[in-house]
């Protein structure tokens, strides 16, 4: 079986331009979520779908943000115009539905701005 | 906001040593607690979970505690060996709520 995969697995940008990530959940994980990691923090969460349905976005930083997940399948965030503070390495994460279930994390993207 | 952290930053041990990795928890309406690993280039990896109606969960060479009294929550490894040298997480889940939180995070540096 297939893990939650990630693309691109680094990705080094001028501030100012636009990034999108993507990822892609496990197949048939109804859940899905976005965390980011700043150097030597913790996680932090960002936002949660429910197939294609925004559940929770409480941890999008700001509206340079957006999230999307079409279908219900992959998920994509893009950052546009990025800024020097949205280094860091954002996670995915997908779960099956229930409350009750583990979630794997993909391997990650990690976005430096330059 | 209330948010799960962690004692130590980082913990060197000796291969064959026994590794506690602690964590303080804030949120005492929490009834899920999962413990991930974090290896360089890696996403966390699920290690062991712990519901709040238990005080102990053993894993393969892995023990979760948690006191709910004093919000904590521990991670023993048994006989560390190098391959656990990483990042270990903890995160807790509140009720009704799908969303792992997590604290800072601990590295756990294994020497031969």
């Known amino acids: 079986e297939a893990g939650v995969t990630q693309f691109p697995s680094h990705s080094v940008i001028e501030k100012g331009q636009t990034v999108t990530l993507r990822c892609d959940p496990i197949?048939?994980?109804?859940?899905l979520y976005w965390y980011r990691r700043v150097m030597g923090k913790e996680i932090k969460f960002l936002l949660h779908?429910?197939?294609?349905?925004?559940?929770?976005e409480s941890g999008m930083p700001n509206n340079r943000f957006l999230a999307e997940r079409t279908g219900g399948t992959y998920s994509t965030l893009k950052v546009q115009p990025a800024e020097l503070e949205d280094s860091g390495v954002y996670f995915c994460?997908?779960?099956?539905?229930?409350?009750?279930?583990?979630?794997?994390f993909g391997q990650g993207t990690r976005l430096t701005v330059v | 906001g209330e948010s799960v952290g962690l004692h130590l930053p980082t913990l060197s041990v000796q291969e064959g040593d026994n590794s506690i990795i602690n964590c303080a928890y804030s949120?005492?309406?929490?009834?899920?607690f999962i413990w991930y690993k974090q290896e360089s280039g890696k996403g966390p990896q699920f290690i062991i979970d712990?519901?709040?109606?238990?005080d102990k969960r053993q894993g393969q060479r892995v023990t979760v505690l948690l006191n709910k009294t004093v919000k904590h929550l521990s991670l023993q490894i048994a006989a560390t060996q190098p391959g656990d040298s990483a990042v270990y997480f903890c995160a807790e889940r509140w009720p009704g709520s799908y969303i792992p939180t997590f604290g800072r995070g601990t590295s756990l540096i294994v020497h031969p």
């Open positions: 712990i519901r709040s109606n238990m």
């Open positions: 994460a997908s779960s099956q539905q229930g409350s009750g279930t583990e979630a794997f």
């Open positions: 949120n005492s309406a929490s009834d899920y």
């Open positions: 197949s048939g994980h109804d859940n």
């Open positions: 779908f429910v197939k294609e349905s925004k559940q929770d």
